[in-house]
């Protein structure tokens, strides 16, 4: 069964840091790019960051200006999970996030367009000011 599951949401002030993890079963990151996107209530949803398939050999990943030098990305392949570190967070930041999967996929069209063949449940994350 395939399956994405997110999890390390959670309520933090302004400024402070979180990170995010996407886990999958029933397939391996080798041949799917991961991405995170978001929704706050009353906004449309928008790619957060992407990373590229492992197996794809120029190692991309892609971050939306909004959070550029504040969230990185990265995978851990023994544990086919993807990680959001975010630091450095704004009231603006709050959200649920979603991860989501897709073959090969570019990671800028992935994130700008928002492409995914399979989505996790999300995970509210709530900023303070």
């Known amino acids: 069964q395939v399956q994405l599951v997110e999890s390390g949401g959670g309520s933090v002030q302004s400024g402070g840091s979180l990170r995010l993890s996407c886990t999958a079963s029933?397939?391996?990151?080798?041949?799917?790019?991961i991405g995170w996107f978001r929704q706050a209530p009353g906004k449309e949803r928008e790619g957060v960051s992407c990373i590229s398939a492992a197996r794809n050999s120029d190692g991309s990943t892609y971050y939306a200006d909004s959070v550029k030098g504040r969230f990185s990305i990265s995978r851990d392949i023994a544990k086919n999970t993807v990680h959001l570190q975010m630091d450095s967070l704004k009231p603006e930041d709050t959200a649920v996030y979603y991860c989501?999967?897709?073959?090969?996929?570019?990671?800028?069209?992935?994130?700008?367009?928002?492409?995914?063949?399979?989505w996790g449940q999300g995970t509210q994350v709530t900023v303070s000011s």
């Open positions: 029933g397939f391996t990151l080798d041949y799917h790019a």
């Open positions: 989501a999967a897709y073959s090969f996929a570019n990671v800028q069209n992935m994130c700008e367009k928002q492409w995914g063949e399979y």
